[in-house]
């Protein structure tokens, strides 16, 4: 018997870093040892020709969740995880959604019974922050986040989910005082509402109309509108899936001020248009989501956002909706755009999608891949060094790659339960070939090795990258010049 569990060689290691040829040893589900001639294993993995990166770390998906229109997202936390796993992901932060007139503890417990006897690979939680009542404020987040739920989510649209300007930063207060890290889903409300009243009552309801009515001015205002809030509240904040050029240059200005936002874009933001709404009959509901898809330029805007750092995660946003009666079509054959439940599916392509349009075209290098879709998350989110890097001592989360692995998209040779894919006939060149998650095979000749329920619940630490200034201090100082001395450093990878 030799000294490690799994000995991986002959391999390209990346990380956000750096990259060299050099061995990977695990033990007890640890990096042990990187360097060469480590010695034996009763397991060698021979990855000659390969790319040996950290497993993925996916910072947004909605599994087995009910959304604010009633209707339950396709996956549950078994086919949920298993496609993220065989997307080259080993750990995932889905959202544990509290409703209005929730408990949010209570709505973890349940989100808990759901993955624990499913999930196979390992998980978190978000919490949706609906109802900041009393309660919620002073006594469930601030018992959340010492349990390791240490991020939340505002939104400020949708009707049973938006919070009023003051009650963000009410949710600020609470992510300042005791370090946690808040996401902003960042559109105008009433732009939407206006819109929405007006196309409707002009009997434009297909499903092409649903991104006329989430405009980017709109986008852009709410974004400059949360930066805003968090630069009052002194508290870092992401703003996710952004599809504007006029939110990410927001977001960009205020990087450049020295202030601690961060972005997160999606694959249907550099891959599809509005054009795919407007599909024959009711297949344009597949794309409807929110922000909407945009046009070409947006697509180049969002690479430039990439490509220059102005985001720091690339995430899925994964939110499946079957094409049936317990999904999109909830209200019927031929519903409103407005009875459309927002989302698609994407998990398990997400890293590939980047891989093959991103490193494989020569648009990013191996090291902002590896940091957008692993390290960045990690570091936002509470989870590095344990996860989203190859090191001594983290876990061992791996991905094997190949890069010159080709593979046409369809929804046959994918995991999850949604039953259609919106990449379906695109062309993949970079692929996972092999999963680890600590330190278990979990995804081998395109058979899953890991048991239903084998994944660990990751209770996440504060994340210094994402702490304010000030966020240790108990009280608000009145003399502080908020928004004028905040500079802090950027996440690098």
Known sequence: MGEFDVLIRNGTVATAADVS?????????????LGHDLGDSPRVIDAAGMLVLPGGVEGHCHIEQMGSLGVMTADDFYTGTVSAVFGGTTSILSFAAQHRGQSLRK????????????????????????????QVLGQELPALIKDGCSSFKIYMTYDKLALADMQILDVLSVARRHGAFVLVHAENHDMIRWLRQRLVERGHVEPRYHAISHPRVGEGE??????????????PILIVHVSTEEAMEEIRQAQTAGFKIFAETCPQYL???????????MEGAKYCCSPPLRDKASQEAMW????????QIFSSDHAPYRMDE?????AGPRPAFIQIANGMPGIELRAPLLFSEGVSKGRIDINQFVALTATNPAKLYGMYPRKGT???????DIAIWDPRKEVTVSYDMLHDATGYTPYEGMQVKGWPVMVLSRGRVAVENGELKVERGSGRFLARDLSDAARPLGALEAEVDPRRNFGTDLVSERLEP
């Open 21 to 33: 040829h050099c061995e990977v040893a695990i033990k007890d589900g640890k990096v042990a040892a």
């Open 107 to 134: 709505t973890v417990d349940d989100y808990m019974a759901r993955a624990v006897p499913k999930a196979v690979i390992d998980y978190g939680f978000h919490l949706i922050v609906s109802d900041p009542t009393a």
């Open 222 to 235: 709410a974004t400059h509108r949360a930066i805003a809030l968090s630069r009052l509240a002194d508290v």
């Open 271 to 281: 891959l599809l248009t509005a054009s795919d709404l407007d599909r024959e009959g």
């Open 304 to 311: 430039r956002g990439i490509r220059n750092g102005t985001f």
């Open 326 to 330: 317990t999904g999109k079509l909830s």
């Open 390 to 396: 190859i090191a001594v001592g983290a876990d061992a």
